[in-house]
């Protein structure tokens, strides 16, 4: 692995459906993002986390849930998946103290239907 | 509230043409100004800039910025069509996190 790995890459899933997007990286960042992006409203965050064992809301966190049980992992969860978080999901991570610059991972484009 | 504002939201040069992508921020804490090109997929990370006046370069672009008035310009000399992106400007803070606002970005399309 080099860098930010998301999988799936993309996903079509009915209205309430559980669904956990997952989001890996190998640089040993301590800080890990989640956004969304929508046309129109660029991108927001959901979730972010300083370091492993601690996360924190963003601009958008409600419908979504993460954890980080690690430094390499931060998977994101939508317990009950509405059309309205039809979007693509951005991961993102940076080396926190040191710069603001983020690394973006690929991104999963999520439909609900 | 924290707002990142770009300007023109949308731009088509011919190649060959020079541009400027403007972006202006209101941003408590601010710490750094970050442009990122994002072509088909993830964003890609272009500057970070944390000192007026102080111009980067990368090739043909390039990009300043001026904390008294709040805002940032991207330059692109000698555009090419594989210049072709969205740029994002992005305003950094120190909060409880590393908080990054993004601007909705300017649509650049290269024509030959």
């Known amino acids: 692995i080099a860098g930010i790995t998301q999988a799936p890459t993309s996903q079509i899933l009915a209205a309430g459906r559980r669904m956990t997007l997952r989001c890996t990286q190998d640089?040993?960042?301590?800080?890990m993002y989640w956004y969304r992006q929508d046309l129109g409203l660029g991108l927001r965050l959901i979730h972010y986390?300083?370091?492993?064992?601690?996360?924190g809301k963003g601009e958008v966190p409600d419908g979504y849930s993460v954890s980080r049980a690690n430094t390499d992992d931060f998977p994101l969860t939508l317990a009950s998946a509405v059309p309205s978080q039809t979007s693509v999901y951005f991961c993102?991570?940076?080396?926190?103290?040191?710069?603001?610059?983020?690394?973006f991972g690929p991104g999963t484009r999520l439909t609900v239907l | 509230e924290d707002k990142v504002v770009q300007s023109p939201l949308s731009l088509v040069v011919h190649e060959g043409d020079t541009v400027t992508l403007n972006c202006s921020y209101e941003?408590?804490?601010?710490?750094?100004l970050l442009w990122y090109k994002q072509e088909k997929k993830a964003p890609t990370f272009l500057f970070m800039l944390?000192?007026?006046?102080i111009e980067k370069k990368s090739g043909r672009l390039s990009s300043i910025l001026d904390k008294k008035e709040l805002f940032s310009i991207l330059n692109i000399t000698a555009t090419q069509t594989g210049d072709s992106a969205v740029y994002l400007c992005?305003?950094?803070?120190?909060?409880?996190?590393?908080?990054?606002?993004f601007g909705p970005g300017t649509s650049l399309s290269v024509i030959p």
């Open positions: 640089m040993r960042h301590n800080a």
């Open positions: 986390s300083n370091t492993a064992g601690t996360t």
């Open positions: 941003v408590t804490n601010f710490r750094s």
């Open positions: 993102a991570s940076s080396d926190s103290g040191t710069s603001a610059e983020q690394f």
């Open positions: 944390t000192s007026s006046g």
């Open positions: 992005a305003g950094g803070s120190k909060t409880s996190y590393d908080k990054v606002i």
